[in-house]
């Protein structure tokens, strides 16, 4: 039995093929379809929905992260860290730098070369330290609290909430206006302890409890240390010699300025305001020129921990100077 069907009849509207239209005409329907008074395929009551539903939602999801976020830093102190000594990442054993560094582009390099007869050689070296150099110049100008500073001395350390000065003039010769010695060939290279908060060393005060590894020249010189000045003790002393044995020949006489080490006095670095870390400036008098000189450098504490493949408490680098 045949029925008829109205192709117009509105149950039927599902069946019938749409309109071909070009695609200017689609898009133009898209952006705005007069018909069914749509804007990007939405009418102004769906847009309203929607926009409503997703300001609510946003609205909750940001909300909910200011709160968590707020609850979180009430955990956190902005100058004491959470996690201190054993529980850090840092842990307890301060590694050793050295400045200048090389240029940005070559940063996986330790070399510091140059021509001692060429000003602009060693411009490049004089003028990393300048830049690295200037907050011990000009102490509490970054930080804006210049008053905090005291000029501590073993026995006489600073007062809760100030931090002991850095006396740039016991570097000489290794000061800016000497050029760091840069033009005599002789060059300086300042050396920095890693600071890690509340640490405290352990002083190597007994002449006669020294370990076997430690350098004759330091040895000798704490023995003497303890005989005339033994107040001076608390220090972590600082060696710097050739790695290999064709490097200690070749590396010359070496100075260390204003002493043999970081002074107790110092420790333990609490962040607080102005603090700068204690450097030694290490003048290396006569290398041999023309040949690279393997240095290896070495921060002595009875917790400070030696390891040359991982570079625990040491720090190397290599001098070139033509």
Not at 103 to 108: F, K, Q, S, Y
Not at 163 to 180: G, L, M, R, S, T
Not at 201 to 217: E, F, I, T, V
């Amino acid at each position: 039995m045949y029925i008829h069907q109205d192709i117009n009849d509105v149950q039927y509207q599902y069946f019938r093929k749409p309109p071909r239209l070009s695609k200017k005409e689609a898009l133009r329907l898209f952006l705005w379809n007069p018909k069914k008074q749509e804007v990007f395929g939405r009418t102004g009551t769906s847009w309203a929905k929607i926009g409503i539903f997703y300001t609510i939602f946003y609205g909750v999801l940001a909300a909910l992260v200011a709160v968590c976020m707020w609850v979180f830093l009430q955990t956190l102190d902005p100058r004491i860290p959470k996690w201190q000594l054993h529980e850090s990442l840092i842990g307890t054993n301060p590694g050793l730098g050295f400045r200048p560094l090389p240029p940005e582009d070559n940063v996986e390099s330790t070399l510091i070369w140059y021509r001692g007869t060429n000003k602009e050689d060693f411009k490049v070296w004089t003028d990393a330290l300048d830049e690295f150099l200037f907050p011990y110049k000009t102490p509490g100008s970054i930080s804006g609290h210049g008053q905090n500073i005291y000029n501590c001395d073993y026995g006489q350390e600073p007062p809760r909430g100030q931090v002991c000065d850095v006396d740039i003039k016991a570097w000489a010769p290794c000061v800016q206006e000497n050029f760091y010695n840069y033009h005599h060939s002789a060059p300086c290279i300042f050396l920095k302890l890693n600071k890690i908060f509340g640490w405290i060393p352990d002083y190597y005060r007994d002449p006669n409890n020294l370990p076997s590894n430690m350098p004759k020249d330091l040895v000798d010189h704490i023995n003497n240390t303890a005989v005339t000045a033994p107040h001076t003790l608390n220090t972590i002393w600082v060696s710097c010699e050739g790695e290999n044995p064709a490097d200690l020949e070749n590396i010359g006489p070496v100075k260390y300025y204003p002493r043999r080490g970081f002074p107790g006095y110092y420790y333990p670095y609490e962040n607080s305001e102005g603090y700068l870390s204690p450097l030694v400036a290490v003048h290396f008098e006569r290398p041999v020129r023309g040949i690279i000189i393997n240095v290896e450098c070495k921060a002595w504490a009875k917790n400070i921990k030696h390891d040359r493949a991982d570079r625990i408490g040491s720090v190397h680098f290599e001098l070139m100077i033509d």
